[in-house]
Structure formats: C-alpha cells, structure tokens
C-alpha cells in the first residue's frame, strides 16, 4: 500500500521514538506540517528561528540522553540550522535535522529558497542524506537514528525534496540495519586493559581524565567505581562536568585554560594519565610540548581518530567507555593484594596540600554583585538539584568553576564550538525532555542576545526555564583579554546598549527580576525558583570580575596567572535552603 | 613521506566529495586520486596519494576509516605492491626528430594513439620512474599537451607459486 512521503516520515520518527519535533514550517515542508497537524503522540514546538531549533534538539539530547529532532524548511531555514549542527558535533550530540529541499527536478537550478545543504553540512555532520527516492525514506531515516545515537555520536542531516513529503510511496520499515562500513568498536582490546590496569597499579601518582565520552556512554557509576577502587583522583574538562561529583574528595574539578590549580599542577607531575572518552583539547593541554612531561598515557575513546591526535599515547584503549572501564574495573577487583590506599597516600597528601594552597576562590564584596557570587546562591538555592546550561564566555567558566555537579546530563555547554546563543535554546529542550526538573541557563548579557527571540517559545509551551544574566555590559572574557594581553585597548567589547532585560521579559509575557546589590541576590533567585513561568534574572555584576585562574594561550598549564589581589574574605551569608 | 593508500567505498553519489574534503578540511595534501568501480558495481576503489609525517598520515588512515561510506582502507607504504600509472603526451617534435620520438616510444613500451601534421600523442603506462624518464627526454621536442590519470595500485599476493 502506498502512503504519502510525509506519513512515512512522521511514522518513521514515532517508530524510532521521537515524541518531540522543534521545528520552523516554510514552503517545501508544508506537507509534512499538514501531516503533523493532527499526528497523535508526535508534538511539534514551534520555535522562533532555525537556530533554536537545532539547539533545542541538542539540549533536548544532552539532557535526557535520547535523540533530539529538528524539522526546518529549505535554503535559509536549512542555512539557520548550520551553527546548531555544528555545535552537536564537536561535542558528540545525536540529533537528526530534517530539512525541506526544492523538488527533485529543480535541484541545482538555483530554485527559490533553494540551498546544497547536504553540501554545506558535509564537514559538520557525522554523515547526511539527500532522499531522491520515496520508498527509501523509512530505510534512510532508520540509519540516520543509528548513526546518529552510536559510536561516537553526533548529528546527521537528511534532506527531503518537496516532491518526496508530497508524493507517495511504500513504507518500507527495516526492522535491523546493518551498515556493512560502519561499525564502530564498542569493546576494548582486553591485552590493552590488562596493560592499562597494571600501569594504574604500577603508578605513585595516577590522575584520571574524564570528558564528554563518560557521559555519553553513560559510564558515570563505573568510573566512579574505578576511582574509589584504586584510589585515583578524577579530573573533568568542560564537556566531564557532572560525570564524577565534584564534591567527591577524589574530585580534582576541572582542569586547562580555566581549571583549578591543583588539577593542572596534578596533570603536570602525574607519572600516569588514564583518559577517557576526552580529546585532548588544546585548552585542556595548553602548549602541547609542554603537557604532561612525566606521564604514561592511556586513553580510552570510542573515536580512533582522537588518539594520538594531539598528544602522543602510551596505552590506545579504542572501545566504550562503559564497556571498557567494566572490564577494567573486573580485573582491578581480581587484584586484592594491592593496597591502593596506601600505595596512593603520599599523591592524596600532596594534591590535598595543592587544594589548601589555591582553592577556588573569588573576593567577596558587600556592594557591588560577584558574578561567582550569584553561582554559588544559584548552586545552593537549588540544592544542585537542576540542569544548568550555559552560554560561551565568563558565564561559561564561572558555572564550571563555581557550581557543583554531581550528576551526569546536568551542565549543557557548547564546549567544542563554543556558541554563544546555545544555553537559552538548549534550556528550553532540557526542560521539554525533562518538564519537572529546574533548568537554568547561565548567561551574559552578550550571549543571551543571540538567540533571546526563543523567548516566546518557552513563553508559549510554558516551559518554565530561568535565565540568570551575568549582566556586565561587556563582552566579558574579550574584555577580559583585552585588558590582559592588548594592553586596555577595548576595542568592540563594549556593549554600549544593553536592553532592559527585565521589561524584555515582561514584553514576552515572561518574568523580569533584577538585583543589583549583593543583598538582592537570593531574594531574586527564590523568587524566580517560585514562579512558574520563564524568568529573566538581570544581575547587574562587577563588569572588571575577570575568570581565575587563567593559562595564557601558548603556555604550558601549570603556567597560571592568578588574582593578583588578596584572597577572598570569609564571607558572613546565611546558605539558603533549596527551594522545591 | 609518500604514501599510496587504496581505498574502498561505496558507489553512492558524494562520497568522492567526502573524502576530498577530509583531506581540504584538514590542510591534507592530495598528491594524486583515481576512482573506479570495482567488480561489484557497488563498490568503487580510489587510489590516493598523498604526504606526510606519520602522525598525519596516521590520522589520514583513521580518518578515512571513520567516514561512514569507507569499506576499507589500505595503506601500501608497508606493503609489496605494485603501481601502475599512464600518461599521454602531446608532442610537437622537428620534422628531423619524428623518428626520434618514435624510438623513444618504443623502447618505453609505448603507443602512438594519434598523429597529424605536426604531432605525436603517445601513450605510457609504467611506474613513476619510468614515466619520468620518458618525459624527461622528449621535453626538448616540445609537448604541447600532457595529461595522467593518477596512479593506481594493488597488494602483491604473499604467496607467489
């Protein structure tokens, strides 16, 4: 029986369980909006741009762990969805972008509202699909749902020609897939683990890497399992946060650019690296040469091409993440004999003393907001309890840095790109996925500009996402290199005109609630935990706070520059109770 | 360093563009690349070659194995294998050197697939080094036109009886 190409596609998409679409209607796409008008089980939210979307989809993704959907129309809507692919894959998200194309017979006549964005996205997709025949839609759609959610995730574009959603065709559902070039390593070589295990037993001063891969691969429990059985300390970049606790005494937070002195300083004296599923980013390593210099290194990824990419590796573990550390952690528990604790006591001791020497730490002040401030109030106000997403910059660190997470999926972040205008979108999509849960996207003033129109979005779905705006009317962290590396020269970092973002809020039906002194703070944070609606929080902030510590370009990482000034005070303030 | 690596994909539409763009994407270099099908009309090989350090060519043959519509890759740099490539070259020789120009064509085992009034276009197959040397000689002569169509390459058998 022969059924519209929009029916196979929407079906299709219910088959692989997709209960949310976030998507944007045009021209060549219109049949397949018809379809969805009244699909049952299928709910489309409709977003304010194409950009959005993708984000969205991709926060919708990190949070609940599933495969996030966009349906976007051709040319400029295919276009808009670029930045939103692009993020997804250099952090390893699965989302599958739907774009409408002109009809097949006017490909490549510079049709209206045509663009090549199969060709466009090449670069940027884990792989993408032009459909030129109907009865490959279900087929195609059933791949791009496998490729996108294993080995080493990521998005895939599939491009559907009007005269594809508008004609008919056979719904021809595979029930397996076997793509006989694509099959990525799951299990990790067991020679190499043995290896692995017997340098982690060998080692006097061992640290673990975690990234992205642990939590992806949803290998949270094992890793900690790893650690706490062979007494290793666990560091986690940026794309890590939330795999291990990070009040963990085995945690050493975060390490690079912007990393706690200790993890770096325990990265540069470790004898040994165990990585997993990280890339050796190079504002983790800083100046490559310089990285490290005394460590063996195993490096656990499911993506060939990440090791021995950046930094050469003693001990390649391609493979799952989950997979190998269980196999790992079976044959550490088989050796009884070693007395971790003890052989691990002298390296604890001495990574204790780096934590006395620098914490994290910021200078209170009585009169003027702390951006790290706000955090910490935000962190205990909710418990920890929420998903926090960011926007790319001083907010961005300052979360990393200041929050505590001890969850997995909870800190969405455009680590890899580093796009400003994904938090607010990625929120709205965590809080889709996950409508009982609090999610605050922590913002600038800069960033939350970029995509701000999504407001109407969570307006409208009643999505009750928080937006907390580190409002320094500064284009902070290039503010913050132009007064450290270009001698002042403000050249363009300063906004001049930033809207008033509570009467923005109150535009869109939303909440505004602004604080400008320190007192303010909490007052505004419960007050917006309270109200079920969206809420725009404008923290009106030290605009000099800069993030610290910091490693220079080029430098090696224990390199860091610090708050030349005096420590922070001990600060007076009540912990607020978590407001439910 | 120079290596051939042997490559098998599938036939489908935008797969050459995806393995050009892995190299341009990356600043790799793209010495040579000849495509075609194999006796499955669904598979084609490409023959590439391409330069570089080991660890580049290391992520060269990771990368190209990632690619969702690469079978297999193989790199020949460890590998006995043999290499074959053929030009054809236009030459415009003195009406005292077309003798010469035949001579030469014949001691290189080639042909002559076009002539007129004041041209040889002579076909050769052969590795690099011969086609060189070949092409070296007749440069004097003049050659109007040259074109070659990439290298190709195959594994030698292990065993040869």
Not at chain 1, 153 to 178: M, R
Not at chain 1, 449 to 456: D, G, H, S, V
Not at chain 2, 46 to 64: A, F, H, P, S, W
Not at chain 2, 130 to 154: C, H, Q, T
């Amino acid at each position: 029986m022969k059924v519209s190409g929009a029916e196979i596609v929407v079906e299709s998409l219910k088959k692989e369980g997709v209960t949310h679409i976030f998507g944007y209607p045009g021209g060549v796409v219109l049949n397949l909006f018809d379809y969805l008008y009244d699909a049952k089980d299928i709910k489309l939210i409709l977003t304010r741009h194409e950009q959005g979307a993708t984000h969205m989809a991709d926060g919708y993704a990190r949070s609940s762990g599933k495969v996030g959907v966009a349906l976007v129309t051709s040319g400029p809507g295919a276009t808009n969805t670029v930045t939103g692919i692009a993020t997804a894959a250099m952090d390893s998200i699965p989302i599958v972008v739907l774009t409408g194309q002109v009809p097949t017979m006017l490909i490549g006549n510079d049709a209206f509202q045509e663009a090549d964005i199969v060709g466009i996205t090449r670069p940027c997709t884990k792989y993408n699909y032009l459909v030129k025949n109907i009865d490959d839609l279900a087929p195609t759609i059933r791949e791009a749902f496998h490729i996108a959610s294993s080995g080493r995730p990521g998005p895939v574009l599939i491009d559907l020609p009007k005269d594809i959603s508008a004609g008919t065709g056979n719904f021809n559902w595979p029930e397996k897939i076997q793509i006989r070039s694509y099959n990525p390593t799951v299990e990790g070589n067991r020679k190499m683990i043995e290896k692995a295990v017997d340098e982690i037993a060998k080692s006097k001063k061992p640290v673990i890497i975690a990234g992205g891969g642990v939590i992806l691969s949803n290998a949270s429990d094992e890793l900690r399992e790893l650690a706490e059985l062979t007494q290793v300390p666990v560091i986690t970049t940026l794309m890590g946060i939330g795999s291990f606790p990070s009040v963990h005494p085995l945690s050493l937070g975060m390490p690079g650019m912007h990393g706690t002195y200790y993890a770096n300083m325990a990265i540069q004296d470790s004898d040994l690296i165990v990585a997993v599923g990280m890339r050796f980013d190079d504002r983790v390593t800083g100046k490559i040469s310089a990285f490290a210099p005394h460590a063996t290194i195993v490096h656990i990824d499911i993506d060939p091409t990440s090791i021995r990419k950046n930094v050469h590796v003693d001990i390649p573990i391609v493979g799952d993440s989950k997979n190998i550390l269980t196999t790992l952690n079976q044959i550490v528990r088989t050796q009884q004999k070693t007395q971790w604790t003890e052989i691990r006591k002298a390296w604890l001791k001495q990574l204790d003393d780096w934590k006395q020497l620098k914490p994290m730490s910021y200078k209170y002040s009585d009169t003027v907001i702390k951006p790290q401030y706000v955090i910490e109030k935000l962190y205990e106000a909710t418990g920890g309890d929420a998903i926090i997403t960011t926007e790319v910059g001083q907010n961005q660190m300052w979360a990393a840095q200041f929050f505590k997470f001890d969850k997995p999926r909870t800190f969405l972040t455009s680590g890899g790109l580093g796009t400003m205008g994904y938090g607010f979108p990625a929120a709205i999509g965590a809080q889709v996925a996950n409508p009982d849960k609090t999610v605050i996207d922590i913002a600038g003033d800069g960033s939350i500009q970029m995509n701000i129109q999504e407001l109407a979005t969570a307006v409208v779905y009643e999505l009750p996402v928080k937006v907390a705006i580190l409002n320094n009317r500064y284009l902070g962290m290039v503010r913050q290199w132009q007064e450290m590396f270009f001698n002042e020269r403000y050249s363009h970092s300063n906004l001049n005109v930033v809207p008033d973002f509570v009467k923005v809020a109150e535009a869109y039906s939303a909440v505004g609630l602004r604080a400008e002194k320190p007192s303010d703070v909490e007052p505004v944070i419960r007050e917006a935990l309270k109200t079920k609606k969206p809420v725009f929080m404008d923290f009106v902030i030290d605009w000099k706070e800069k993030v610290f510590p910091m490693v220079p370009a080029g430098a090696a990482i224990d390199q860091m520059i610090f708050d030349e000034e005096e420590p922070k005070k001990e600060k007076e303030t009540k912990k607020l109770k978590a407001v439910k | 360093m120079r290596h051939t690596i042997s490559v098998q994909v599938e036939n489908k539409f935008g797969v050459l563009s995806r393995v050009a763009g892995l190299f341009s994407g990356r600043g790799y270099n793209i010495e040579s690349i000849s495509v075609g099908e194999t006796l499955d009309p669904k598979i084609s090989v490409m023959t590439i070659v391409t330069r570089g350090e080991n660890q580049i060519v290391e992520q060269i043959n990771k990368q190209l194995n990632k690619l969702i519509d690469v079978i297999k890759v193989q790199d020949l740099f460890d590998v006995d294998h043999v290499e074959r490539e053929m030009v054809m070259i236009k030459i415009t020789p003195t009406q005292e050197q077309k003798a010469e120009v035949l001579r030469l064509a014949e001691i290189f085992r080639g042909r002559v697939v076009d002539s007129s009034l004041k041209t040889y276009t002579i076909e050769i197959t052969g590795d690099e080094s011969k086609i060189e040397a070949f092409l070296e000689l007749v440069k004097p002569m003049g050659v109007k036109e040259f074109v070659r169509s990439g290298k190709i390459a195959i594994a030698r058998e292990r065993s040869r009886g």
